[in-house]
């Protein structure tokens, strides 16, 4: 475990960003983003459209969509954009100092822009804060309960960079954590294995029973880390492909946080495979979290 993830978490978060393009799929992200509030928290709902001629009813738009979170309680500021939408999204957040962006991964709206495929993935790509991606709804979203973070890890430096974004989050909301590391020995073996040739039952069982275990060892030592910080903490081994096996693992309320790094595989993981799947076929939020530049820079001689 990473003397980072050892250490204390972040601070409060001040400034959330929601990215609006007048449809309600893009309004489920409003749900979470309320939910992430708490007291202090201010939220900046952004939409972003191709010329000054879109601006008033893109304002008024963002009004009415602000009007019942701020009877809520929320404090809640708006901000209209003209040009490309990620480009855009990445430039207010650096520009306001935002702690989290919390977008829809779909949605077109009358503004005729899209919050989906393309610029989700550049915003999660380039962005300095955290992520967070929620399946689009076709319609009007309701509450959103956060009651478990799940954070899937493979032992690495680099997945452990999630770890402070979720103790950070787990803390303010008073809500448990949930290690998790898949196991699949079938990775570990020569293509040629795994296409034509049977493997020895003994060597494969052998093989899965040494991963379990030091799977096991290893979420042992992060959860005992994260209880002497008195956080609530359980840990599971997964068997079987990552995306599948945390989807399996997911349940109503959950959110998955996972680090993100674009210049190894692991993005490509996160991306192409586990968040994809999450956004897809469950209802799990990702949080998708940047990775460190001392962290990226160890990965890449590893």
């Known amino acids: 475990m990473s003397e980072q993830t050892a250490g204390t978490e972040s601070a409060m978060m001040t400034r959330i960003l929601v990215p609006l393009d007048g449809s309600e799929e893009a309004k489920a992200a409003l749900p979470y983003a309320m939910a992430l509030a708490t007291p202090g928290t201010e939220i900046l709902l952004l939409t972003v459209v191709p010329g000054d001629d879109g601006a008033d009813a893109a304002r008024a738009a963002l009004e009415q969509a602000a009007q019942p979170m701020r009877a809520a309680g929320h404090t809640v500021q708006t901000e209209v954009g003209v040009g490309d939408p990620a480009g855009r999204i990445l430039e207010s ?25 393309s610029v989700a993935d550049r915003v999660a790509h380039e962005a300095r804060v955290p992520v967070m991606v929620i399946r689009a709804a076709a319609e009007a979203p ?6 478990r973070l799940v954070v899937p890890l493979d032992g690495s430096p680099l997945a452990e960079e999630s770890l402070p974004v979720a103790t ?78 945390i989807v399996d693992a997911t349940q109503p309320g959950d959110v998955v946080v996972l680090c993100s790094h674009e210049r190894t595989g692991v993005m490509r993981w996160l991306l192409g495979s586990v968040a994809e799947h999450l956004t897809r076929e469950d209802q799990s939020p990702v949080i998708l979290v940047p990775a460190s530049e001392s962290a990226q820079a160890a990965e890449s001689m590893a």
């Open 168 to 245: 950070a989050i787990a803390r303010r909301l008073e809500i448990p954590i949930f290690l998790v590391r898949a196991i699949n020995p079938v990775e570990l073996m020569p293509p040629a294995i795994g296409f034509g040739e049977a493997l020895p039952p003994a060597i494969y069982e052998e093989t899965e029973q040494q991963m379990e275990q030091d799977a096991r060892d290893y979420l042992d030592r992060v959860e005992k880390a994260l209880r002497e910080q008195g956080l609530p903490v359980t840990t599971q081994v997964l068997s079987g492909a990552a995306s599948t096996a």
């Open 93 to 117: 957040a650096a520009n306001t100092g935002v702690d989290t962006i919390v977008m829809a991964s779909r949605g077109r709206g009358a503004v005729g822009r899209l919050i989906h495929g």
């Open 142 to 147: 309701g509450p959103a309960a956060i009651t």
